[in-house]
């Protein structure tokens, strides 16, 4: 049994998901220049399925007096974040998105690479947390895996995936077996049911600012 909802062991992460995710350090760049953009004085900032703290290790380096809130299911997802932060002051959390209990608290939110782990009804539950948690005028920034709404789209991004894969080091074997967990091991949804999904809880200024593969960076601003 994997110590973490990811394929991938904990200690294993970092060395392992460039070869498996396009693009992913792109989606921290990307996540902090849109944080920089909307100009807030102070950060306090909740990360959900925070990983080993890379987001953290990056956005401290542009925002050294950012407030971290760090939470993730996994113990040891949480060791090795600690062990890579351990010059910081973060607030580790271990806990699900669906369980936090914060409101009016953040003027930052994300959620990388971790919502796509949830069946519907603890989507819905994890972002209406997001939502309470947020000030007025906060950020919810998500990055994650999506799906086409067509089935012969699906089938030729997940070969293409499959390809990239193979690219950077994984056998045909090895590259099949990650993209069969589509929809058995994450479950990721639509473009449109996560905007929908975003509207529904009370967020009015949706947009994805990213979209390669089969992965999404959304945002949107609580009012």
């Not at 998901?17 to 396009?22: A, D, K, L, S, Y």
């Not at 539950?125 to 309470?132: A, C, L, P």
């Not at 895996?145 to 012969?152: I, M």
């Amino acid at each position: 049994m994997n110590d973490n909802t990811t394929p991938m062991a904990a200690a294993e992460y970092d060395r392992k998901i460039n070869n498996t995710i396009p693009y992913y350090n792109e989606f921290y760049t990307q996540t902090l220049d849109v944080i920089a953009q909307c100009g807030y004085s102070e950060l306090d900032w909740l990360d959900l399925g925070c990983g080993t703290g890379t987001l953290e290790e990056k956005a401290l380096r542009v925002f050294p007096s950012a407030r971290f809130v760090a939470v993730d299911p996994s113990e040891k997802m949480l060791e090795q974040a600690g062990n890579k932060l351990s010059g910081y002051n973060i607030e580790f959390v271990t806990g699900k998105s669906s369980e936090i209990n914060y409101t009016n608290r953040f003027d930052v939110v994300t959620a990388i690479q971790s919502h796509h782990y949830m069946h519907e009804e603890e989507r819905q539950r994890s972002i209406t947390r997001v939502y309470d948690a947020l000030r007025d005028g906060g950020i919810f920034i998500c990055f994650e895996n999506v799906v086409p709404e067509s089935e012969t789209v699906k089938k030729q991004e997940l070969l293409r995936w499959g390809r990239y894969q193979q690219r950077h080091g994984k056998t045909e074997a090895e590259a099949l077996e990650h993209n069969a967990r589509c929809g058995t091991g994450y479950f990721p949804i639509t473009v449109p049911q996560h905007i929908q999904l975003l509207k529904s809880v009370g967020f009015t200024d949706v947009h994805v600012f990213w979209l390669s593969y089969m992965q999404m960076g959304i945002y949107a601003f609580r009012k």
